[in-house]
């Protein structure tokens, strides 16, 4: 009688082979449900690195009001959602996109993603804690919102920032995920004290409005 086969764990896939298969066995159209599901217990991460994916670039005014939408709505519930996995309403689960297009996204940023990988490993990681997560979440929250912000230029960096705290999430390497932290410091840090100078310009600039109209109503006298 023959032993039994040793049983080994199925080894974990990275996100971007699990992105590039998710598409590669959906249809004509992939819905984001089907992501959620394919991402199982790493979808709070995996969500957030797939809705950073359009910060990474310069947009156009007011594109974050709808790009930022997602990544707040991520975040928070990384927060505040009792879950350890990512709810959607009925009508997001079942919101179907061309799959074309999202395999074009997928062309530009995962190659990127994979070099990225390459580098990420699990390790300095304190385990499966909810509450830790929730921290997490609220920093996150807090780059989403200054994502949404109509900062310009101002979503490049806190998308990278949580870019790499979702992928350190996803590949449970807190190394990559500190990183992502320390990277939304900074950025945090400097776009905080742009906007601080441009409010405390604000009441001088008021100040100056009549001397500004005087100026005009002169120059256009003659």
């Known amino acids: 009688m023959s032993a039994a086969k040793p049983q ?3 080894p974990r896939q990275s ?6 298969e998710l598409s590669d066995n959906a249809g004509e159209k992939i819905t984001l449900g089907e992501i959620a599901d394919g991402m199982e ?3 709070f991460g995996a969500f957030l690195v797939v809705f950073c994916l359009p910060n990474l670039i310069p947009l156009p005014p007011g594109a974050t009001f709808v790009l930022g939408l997602p990544l707040v709505f991520v975040s928070f519930q990384m927060a505040f959602s009792r879950l350890d996995t990512i709810w959607l309403p009925r009508r997001l689960h079942e919101y179907a ?9 997928l062309d530009k940023f995962l190659p990127w993603i994979a070099w990225t990988e390459r580098f990420i490993k699990p390790r300095f990681w304190v385990g499966e804690m909810r509450l830790y997560e929730r921290f997490l979440g609220l920093f996150a929250l ?21 870019a790499l705290i979702g992928l350190g999430l996803t590949e449970r390497d807190g190394l990559t995920m500190l990183a992502g932290v320390a990277l939304g410091l900074a950025f945090t840090v400097v776009i905080g004290y742009v906007g601080y100078e441009i409010l405390s310009a604000v009441p001088a600039v008021l100040r100056q409005i ?7 109503k002169t120059f256009f006298s003659f």
């Open 8 to 10: 080994h764990p199925r």
């Open 15 to 20: 996100l971007s082979h699990l992105l590039r």
């Open 41 to 43: 217990q790493r979808s």
């Open 97 to 105: 996109f061309d799959n074309r297009a999202f395999a074009k996204v």
């Open 142 to 162: 807090l780059l989403a919102l200054i994502i949404f912000l109509p900062i310009p230029l101002g979503n490049m960096g806190p998308a990278y920032a949580l």
């Open 210 to 216: 009549p001397t500004y109209w005087a100026s005009v």
